[in-house]
């Protein structure tokens, strides 16, 4: 960035303006005061454009000089601060400075007179920050625009990465008749706006810095240069002419270049910020001071004292105007702002707050009441006066008929309101109001709109969200049909190949023949370890006779069931409900087949195909065949396996019974020997033939097991129970720790007594 204030760099001018009355010698001939500290002061929550700052301090609550006390409620919006050190005494709805005469939401303090600072946080050396850090410093102060249109300055600083910001444009220009507070400002606070400066270049590091200056404040130009002497920044001063302040009209002053239709200085790599938005960046962040206070020109013919003052935030306009000796009786219109963009206050108990840089209190004769209004006659002045290029009577007529897309079309939002089109209409048209409304109307339409779109897509997403989940539940279904039918396919396939060879289905078990000879030979083995035991016990010849016959008759029931596994293999056994089913199955087949076989042999003429395919279905029709033959012979073997062994067996074993009650009966009855020996050898044909019929069925022969069941005589049983007794009186008698030595004695003397009875007794029989 080049050097220096040049006097003679270039200018360019803008398209119409005009020269009114600058009425500013009123108020730019003293110092700036310091306004009296009021005794209440109302903080409106919007003091900026955006959303409200949001509270955080209660009613009740003391608060200091600087103290947060209400936040930044967004992107858009900045902080409050209390202007001085008091009590919160309200928070709701206080007299707004507006032409409505409305009420906003403000925070009420009770001024203690103290003026008591909150701990400041002053930034010895800004340029140690980063950018992020250094804008929120700004952003916490609670900066906003200090020339009248209040945009948030931390937001303006946030400009677009990709638009790199060349020039930055410091606006000193004050067009606007009346006031002189930035004049003043620039007077008696120069150093502190190029400190301001510094920072804002620190942070934007543009290419070049041009301030701007009109040529009706020589003082502050001087005071300004004088600050600059040792600054690189370009002083620019041009010729008074209303409005040259615009932003815009500004940009295009000093650089030539005019911001297109509808876009922002930053879209041309240009930022503009006010000499008092310097001065609150300054002391932002060298003093660690949030906005509080702010230069406003108190002037107007109804006033003794116009001038300048430094007045805290929330200050009522009425105080103000008391202190700079306001002649009630003189005041016609008291206007916030000045008379070409200003409004006019309905009420004095309304608070001055950061956009305010002017109150003027009018006499009639200084501003008098504009004529009533009459048809445009299409002179052409207010095109003529119009810095914006814009064509006002053609706006005006289409205000009044509503034509919003026409206002549009010809560029309504370029308009700044400056009046000066009205201000040369000899019909003294009130157009600026026109376009106010018009503006409102568009505004008001295009926010219903943007809602209704956005109900609108919402509902559509809403729709299309719907429509994807039915979707999705459908191909979920379809999977899950899918997924059933192909289960359902796998089951079908596998029931005839289980009917063909057997290996698909269920593993066989055993036989119910096979496992009724399991069961015995485990019953066998179960009584041969019983008698073993005993055995081991009491080793007596006829205890072992019997074990010997046991293991004899286990040996011969496993030897069975071995036999009878590896007749018939439980691996190779079909299972009856799979074997059933294959067969059914088989049987349809063939019954099927069968029928279309007829089908096609009634024929009288069949075609070509229709005998491919007779001989295709013979052919099938013979597997068919011949795979139900093989089931039905698997079917009938393993049925006559099955229930032919022990139908025979069971035969034998009712006629040994029989044979054998007969012989009983004959003895009792004392029949002579013939009968007798003719019913024995009966007897004895039936035991051969059961065990014929055991040995087919590989049964152990039962006359082994039956020796343990010969009858016993009295004197046996009595010997046998009393040596269960003893036995039993012995056991008991040990498992009682506590049982004396002598009993135990005696039981086992009595134990082995009655043995030695039974063993005597049986060796007599
Ligand atoms: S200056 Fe007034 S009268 Fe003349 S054209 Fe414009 S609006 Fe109509
Ligand atoms: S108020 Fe609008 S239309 Fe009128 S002169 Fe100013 S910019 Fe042009």
């Known amino acids: 960035m080049t050097a220096v204030h040049n006097p003679d760099a270039l200018i360019w001018d803008i398209p119409g303006g005009i020269h009114p009355a600058e009425r500013k010698e009123l108020s730019n001939r003293t110092p700036i005061q310091q306004a009296p500290l009021p005794k209440r002061l109302s903080l409106p929550l919007a003091q900026h454009l955006g959303a ?66 909150c701990s400041l946080t002053p930034c010895q050396d800004y340029r140690q920050l980063d950018r992020d850090a250094l804008v929120a410093l700004i952003r916490q102060a609670g900066i906003s625009g200090m020339g009248g249109a209040g945009f948030p300055t931390a937001v303006k600083l946030n400009a ?117 938005t310097c001065v609150a960046i300054h002391d932002a962040v060298v003093h660690g001071k949030p906005l509080i206070s702010r230069i406003t020109t108190l002037t107007g013919e ?125 019909s003294s048209i009130p157009l600026v109001q026109y376009y106010r409304a018009a503006k409102g109307e568009i505004r008001d339409l295009e926010h219903k709109q943007l809602k209704a779109e956005q109900s609108k897509q919402r509902f559509e997403l809403r729709q299309e969200r719907l429509r994807r989940a039915d979707e999705q539940k459908e191909v979920e279904r379809q999977a899950r049909a899918a997924k059933a039918a192909q289960a359902k396919a796998a089951q079908a396939q596998a029931a005839p190949a289980a009917g063909n060879d057997g290996s698909a289905a269920k593993p066989a078990g055993l036989s119910d023949a096979q496992k009724k000879l399991k069961i015995e030979a485990s019953m066998a083995q179960v009584a041969l370890k019983k008698a073993e035991k005993q055995l081991a016990t009491h080793a007596r010849a006829e205890l072992q006779a019997q074990v010997d016959e046991l293991r004899s008759a286990a040996a011969s029931a496993q030897q069975a069931l071995d036999t009878a596994i590896a007749a018939n293999p439980p691996t190779a056994a079909t299972p009856p409900a799979a074997a059933d089913g294959a067969l059914k199955k088989a049987k349809i087949d063939a019954a099927m087949l069968r029928a279309q076989v007829r089908k096609l042999e009634k024929l009288e003429t069949p075609s070509s195909e229709q005998q491919n395919q007779l001989q295709h279905l013979r052919a099938q029709f013979e597997a068919a065949e011949k795979r139900l033959a093989s089931l039905e012979a698997q079917t009938s073997a393993t049925s006559v396996k099955e229930t032919e062994a022990p139908d025979s067996l069971k035969k034998a074993k009712i006629e040994l019974a029989m044979k054998r009650a007969e012989l009983k009966k004959a003895e009792k009855a004392e029949s002579d020997e013939a009968t007798l020996h003719s019913l024995r050898e009966a007897l004895a044909h039936a035991e051969q033939a059961l065990h014929q019929a055991e040995g087919a069925s590989n049964k152990p022969a039962p006359e082994l097991v039956r020796t343990d069941k010969k009858p016993i005589d009295q004197a046996t049983r009595a010997l046998k129970t009393e040596v269960a007794f003893a036995r039993a009186d012995l056991r008991k008698l040990e498992r009682d720790e506590n049982s004396p030595a002598e009993a135990l004695a005696a039981a086992r003397q009595r134990l082995a007594d009655a043995e030695n009875q039974l063993q005597q007794h049986a060796g007599n029989c």
């Open 52 to 117: 409200p700052a949001e509270t955080v301090v209660a009613v009740g609550e003391h608060v200091l000089k600087g103290q947060l006390i209400a936040d930044a409620n967004g992107f858009v919006s900045v902080p409050v601060h209390a202007p001085t050190s008091g009590t919160v005494s309200f928070i709701g709805p206080q007299p707004y400075p507006h032409v409505s005469g409305m009420f906003a939401p403000a925070i009420v303090i009770d001024s203690d007179g103290l003026e008591q600072w």
């Open 160 to 276: 677009r990465p990709t638009q790199k910001i060349h020039t930055l444009i410091i606006n000193g220009t004050e067009c606007e008749p009346y006031i002189t507070a930035d004049d003043l400002l620039m007077r008696e606070r120069a150093s502190e706006m190029i400190s301001g400066i510094d920072i804002l270049v620190q942070l934007i590091q543009p290419d070049q810095v041009l301030i701007g200056i009109e040529d009706n404040k020589p003082e502050a130009i001087s005071a300004v240069r004088s600050a600059l002497s040792e600054g690189n920044y370009q002083l620019k001063v041009f010729p008074t002419k209303y409005p040259s302040g615009g932003e815009k009209q500004l940009i295009q002053i000093l650089t030539g270049v005019e911001v297109p239709s509808g876009g922002l200085p930053a879209d041309i790599g240009m930022l503009c910020h006010n000499v008092g």
């Open 302 to 426: 109804a006033l003794a004292t116009p001038m300048n003052v430094e007045v805290l935030l929330g200050t009522p306009v009425g105080e103000l105007l008391a202190f700079a000796g306001l002649d009630q009786s003189k005041l016609n219109r008291l206007i916030m702002g000045g008379p070409m963009m200003g409004f006019t206050l309905p009420d004095f108990a309304v608070p001055l707050i950061k956009t305010t840089n002017c109150l003027l209190a009018s006499t009639t004769a200084e501003l008098p009441p504009p004529p009533p209004a009459m048809p445009c006659i299409r002179c052409g002045e207010c095109a003529e006066a119009c810095p914006a290029s814009l064509l006002p009577q053609q706006l005006h007529f289409f205000a009044i008929g509503q034509e919003h897309e026409q206002l549009k079309a010809h560029n309504l939002f370029d308009c700044i309101e400056c009046g000066a089109c009205a201000y040369v209409c000899p």
